[in-house]
């Protein structure tokens, strides 16, 4: 069980950082997927640093969390995640809710479920 949620955990890193590469190399291809608009230099250097940052500092730690056996390592990226659902929900409640956010909230969840798991279960604590 442990060993599945490791790789699970790792797998999510992986993901996560693999985003971050796309945002870097090619802003706009992401930016359009996500339903952004990128306006001028500042557009391109917002989704790089900030975007990109989000999925790279989550990925990073939750990709040594699974090869560390270290739950502790996943704090961070599981209170990004929750946040992240957080202002999706605040959107739906202050905006109404549409079907496009429906699969957002569902990763996120999926993420939280998995990284929260992995938090309890993972080795050193």
Known sequence: MRTVLRLLVGIVGLLCLL????VW??????????GLDLIGGL?????RADFAGFFAGAGILALAAALRRDAR??????????????GRVLTAG??????????????????????GVGRRLIGVR
């Open 73 to 86: 390592l996943l704090t961070a990226p599981l209170l990004l995640v929750c946040v992240a659902l957080a």
């Open 19 to 22: 985003i971050a590469l796309a």
């Open 94 to 115: 202050m905006d109404g809710f549409t079907t496009d956010m429906a699969a957002p909230m569902a990763v996120e969840t999926v993420l939280i479920v998995v990284l």
């Open 25 to 34: 190399a090619n802003p706009a291809g992401p930016a359009a997927k996500f």
């Open 43 to 47: 557009g391109r250097a917002s989704m």
